[in-house]
């Protein structure tokens, strides 16, 4: 069982930049692909960012890509989401969450893990 916990939400304007947190316990946390969720109030979840168990394959959703950078510590058993040139768009509660398997790391289902969430807001 691997619990994640999420920090570095918070409130920032456009332009602004945070770096979110995903902290995992238990000692398989290298052998799980990490993904990065958002979900803004009346949308679905939808994916922003994955990374491999080792860190060597990454991907990003359009709309982040360029702007946020998705890393991992296996050490630290810890993932960590950069976020940069904010926009208002990107306002949503952020979810991180890992997998075992992960068979196709934009979709939710793909994930076995979740954390509670970390609140995102972007003023204009």
């Known amino acids: 069982q691997v619990q994640l916990v999420e920090s570095g939400g918070g409130l920032v304007q456009a332009g602004g930049s945070l770096r979110l947190s995903c902290a995992a316990s238990g000692r398989t946390f290298s052998r799980h692909g990490m993904g990065w969720f958002r979900q803004a109030p009346g949308k679905e979840r939808e994916f922003v960012a994955a990374i491999s168990t080792s860190g060597g394959s990454i991907g990003y959703a359009d709309s982040v890509k360029g702007r946020f950078t998705i890393s991992r510590d296996n050490a630290k058993n810890t993932v960590y989401l950069q976020m940069s040139n904010l926009k208002p768009e990107d306002t949503a509660v952020y979810y991180c969450?890992?997998?075992?398997?992960?068979?196709?790391?934009?979709?939710?289902?793909?994930?076995?893990?979740w954390g509670q969430g970390t609140q995102v807001t972007v003023s204009s």
């Open positions: 969450a890992g997998g075992s398997t992960v068979l196709d790391r934009i979709y939710a289902r793909s994930y076995d893990y």
